[in-house]
């Protein structure tokens, strides 16, 4: 039907005027944009349709016809007037640089448009992925499974699991709720995770559900992708002629360079987009809109070495790079028209998704002008075009380019799943596993081993399931132990009648091309060092799974932990293929006292670490400390002259406090040596407090002002609480003394706790009472407080004394220094290894500061509703019931 807008331009048209020129290049505009046809200026303005009503007259009497009965349908019906065959542009260049472009691209099209017709309807199919001839000829069973698999095969020869049966991911549900955060068309989006955490397989199961362009902005080691964007970042940008790439720099030459730039992101945009025309065009149109047809396009973009048709897109944006920018940009705009009338829909979103965008701002930081980032600059060189929603994806994305006001603003996602559960792990390697292989006992034990190891992000899991294929399942168990052995640097722990004898040497090689976590960029970033040696304490101290709030961006980008929410506020450290290589670049690499306190690393930071952990490394060291004997001054320097009591020495205890009875100090001789899997040192409950936990430390800043508390008992049997604060100085963070005497005195009994206006007594937190032997000369509570300054330490006679009875102290930091390098990196290792390698029980303790108050089990959302419905029924606040301190997450 033709459009109501030409009927109207008709019925306003005088019946005699003859300006028939004029009245149809009115109508042609409308018939274009109805038909979402280019605005061809050779076509629709009043001369050229002169032109054309002078070359067929018959036309005159059909406007005259249109005129007379105000209908435009003889007109639109009309197929010279369609257009049909005609190479239609908005713009049309006299440069000849457009027109090489131009032409060069038509040529390559003319010779691969049958590949390309071939794929797009499946005359053509890519190879799938076979086990290496060296291992013989497959049984009968085993072919089937390989022909019911039908894994693509990547370029390097390895099974493709990236693309392997896209559409039918585990979780359903949960998938699609991911996309739908991801793929919303209109709203740019920035997809930020750790490595290996299923970005690409996300990304590419999106773009089997809406049409779009994938560019990964790096060359991937199996292939997969496109090269195009990838080879003009490392190359191409720099490449150009009109781009200056040394020093030095005037504005100028400044300005000229982001044209560069601009200019060759959006050639590679164009060659996508002119290959997805070329691409639909090749495929009937009842055909276009099945999961199908989409799916084969990402494979046309992503397995270009595994296509008759190679690498198209690169060969395109090779061919348009030198083009001027007005030709480009009109360009991309008429493909995107003849895009959206192949697909029938004027409103199709098309999707611009590049992957890895972590790399074009470490690529050009000194090329541009300091507010203009590389990526900013890529990402607006196409979004700037009708319909086009832009998705970029990465490990680190410098955000605050994208927040400026005036341009179009990118929300941001983390949510990628992971196998966090052994359920979901279990179900992804049945997929690929031979039954028979499933249902043994050998099998059973490779699934369970596999979840302890491999649990996490998804490339983890995955990599291992290549190596059985390229293995085909031979010695599976041994085939694991040297594939941690490989990744972590550690020997797993699979008893000796589960092995299979020694691996062949091809099974060696298989697991040693997978290249694992090793940390060493942490070595240039001390706070995502300091939170990642946060991270590697808690687990020392206990924790098989760290939950972080802040920073969490940071520790993304270094791979040390995952998000685990869709904006980036929560994730989560537990997985041993990281963690372990991370204790020993932290602990072995540089030795166990700078791993526990990194003087050097110290001195230099410019700020206090965002995760602070000397409370942490005190409690690790003063376990080992205390395994000899050693009098209380030896731990701590007190003012003047010591006191009798501090030359006795000290035991770290436990205090616990059985219903009914009275609280029992037990003596913790503990080490990483011998400390057992499920041993836990550390609460961050209150209800430390009523000594009903069990662990001899509790860390204690989300409830006062000490970060550390413990009980000692010294040699006469008396207890006495230890309450320690820990202070970070150096050259550039400065903390002075009467910083230090407030600190001291916010630690005395009265000031310590943070305690809820108008709490009965009952529930106010305060030190519970210790054994009967309790060391009253220390003060009523006995509370010993203590400072921890780091890496500047506090001379304890120059603080001034407050009226507080209970005594202060300083830590000796030579000793704990000394302590933290007795200590064996093999068995800081081995604790590692226990801890992260344990089987869970029904019931665990809470393992973040932010179940502090919930010890009886991990907070969850129920249980949030519940004890909000608890709490409304209640006269009373609970006791324990705290003043959080404000603690915001690190979402920016």
Known sequence: MPPDDADEILRNQSKTDEDHPRVLARILHVFFRERMQPLDPDIVSEEACRRLLAGHPALDSLIREAIDTESSTGLWNCELLKFRHVNLASFHSSFDRDHTARHAMEEILVKLRESISDFANGRSQLPTWAPPSSLG?????????LSALNIPQASDSNPCLALHDLGSMIDEQLLRDRLQNVFIAGNHTMLINASASGKTRLLFEGLCEHWGVYMPCAMDASGVGSHNLAWNILVGIEAHELFKSTPPWDMRHLYTNEGVAERIFQSCLLAGLVLLKTFLESIEPKDRHTFDARKRWLLLQTCTFSTDCGDVALALSDCIRHALPTYIKHAIADTLLNIRALLGRRDAPIFCVADECQVPDTKFAMNFRDEVTPLRLMAQSWESFDGVTVILTGTSINREPFCRPGLPQYQVCTDTGAFDTAERQKSYILRYLPPVLAASSTG?????????????????????????????????????????????????????????GPLPYSSQRAVENFYGFTGASLESDPQAWYSSQYIMLRVLLGEDSVHISENGFLLARHGVAHFTDACGKESRAYEPTVLCPLARRIFKDSGVADGLYPMEMSKSIEEPPIHRTDHLAFASVLVHALRKERPLCDLFSFPAIAPEWAAQTAQLVRVVRQKGSNPQAIKVESSFANAKDHERWVSYSPRWLQQKSGEPFCVASQFSEADLLFVLQLKDGRCVYVALACVFRNAHVDVSLADVGRKLESLAPRNIFHQVPNTPYKNRLRFWALPESKATYMGDPPVLRVISAFPYEVEVNEIKRDVHPQPIATVNMSLFREVAGSISADDVVR??????????????????????????RPRTRATTKAESAKKSRSRQPPMGTLRRSSRLASAA
């Not at 000829?137 to 499974?145: A, N």
């Not at 604790?831 to 303790?845: E, H, I, N, S, W």
């Open 137 to 145: 000829v497959l049984d009968d069973s085993d072919q089937t499974l």
């Open 831 to 856: 604790r590692t290894t226990a801890v992260l390698g344990r089987t869970r029980g029904k019931k665990r303790k809470p393992t973040s500061e932010a179940d502090a108050h919930d010890t009886k």
């Open 444 to 500: 059973q034990s490779l699934l369970t081993s596999m979840w302890t190891w491999l649990k996490g992000r998804y490339r983890f899991t995955a990599g291992f399931v290549s190596c059985l294929l390229m293995t085909w399942f031979k010695q599976p168990q041994m085939l694991l132990k040297a594939y941690v052995l490989a990744q972590f640097k550690i020997d797993a722990n699979i008893s000796d009648d589960e092995l299979e």
